[in-house]
């Protein structure tokens, strides 16, 4: 039911320009520390993001805290040993494995919606259709492996247009800097193009902006164009 999603966390994914059409196919819902248990074996109530694999099967679930329940430990959770590496809609798994679809990958699962969310109010959707998440700055990857892991070792990178759009605190921490560095870097290794995307506004280094914020404050089109005109590209080829 939609009231279970609009309470206090699903209102900030309101906030951040989500529609309820894409909050209802993600299935986005409050749970409660008791629901929390036995889903990622830890009693923190929030809301539930469900991931799949590339076959639409359900693999895992990341919740993200409740404010008060936010501790240095981060604001998510998962199940521990999980491997969850893309975060994406089940709509979006053909776009995934067209080779001609350009694929945008962001920081956490609130830009996957809201973009998507956006491409779909502008009649957009179809051209740019392929958009994915990575849940965290390393969770593209195991530890100690150097290449890609889970759903994205499963996509089809080969000649692939590739737009990064990563946190914008990207350009000034450096563990996450290297992070994305080595993920263009895995994804330029598998065959794709991989323009990188300057989420800053206004030259603000201290206000962390993601694609959501971004696209709440800019909008769509500012988006594009700065996916048009990259901070930079890389390839291999």
């Given amino acids: 039911a939609l009231s279970s999603v609009f309470a206090p966390l699903g209102t900030l994914m309101v906030k951040s320009g989500i529609r309820k ?33 590339l076959n639409g099967i359900v693999n895992g679930h990341r919740v993200r805290l409740n404010p008060e329940e936010v501790s240095d430990g981060g604001k998510y959770m998962q199940k521990g040993g999980t491997l969850l590496t893309a975060y994406f809609l089940k ?21 996957v ?37 889970g759903a994205l070792a499963e996509i089809p990178w080969t000649d692939r247009d590739v737009c990064f759009l990563p946190d914008s605190d990207f350009f000034v921490n450096r563990k996450v800097h ?23 506004i206004d030259d603000n280094t201290e206000d962390k902006v993601g694609c959501d914020d971004f696209l709440a404050r800019s909008g769509l089109s500012s988006l594009l164009e700065r996916c048009s005109k990259p901070l930079m590209t890389f390839s291999y080829r």
């Fill in 21 to 53: 059409e894409e909050i209802v196919e993600a299935d986005l819902r409050n749970v409660t520390p008791e629901e929390t248990a036995g889903l990622i074996g830890s009693r923190h109530g929030g809301i539930l993001f469900t991931y799949h694999d």
């Fill in 91 to 111: 709509s979006s798994i053909p776009a995934i494995f067209n080779p001609k679809k350009r694929i945008y990958i962001v920081e956490g699962e609130k830009g």
């Fill in 178 to 200: 290297i992070a994305g560095k080595s993920l263009m870097r895995l994804l330029c290794k598998e065959g794709s193009t991989v323009h990188l995307v300057d989420l800053r």
């Fill in 113 to 149: 919606l809201a973009l998507i969310s956006a491409l779909k109010v502008q009649g957009m959707w179809d051209e740019h259709c392929a958009v994915i998440a990575i849940p965290g700055c390393w969770n593209y990857k195991e530890k100690e492996i150097d290449a890609l892991a």
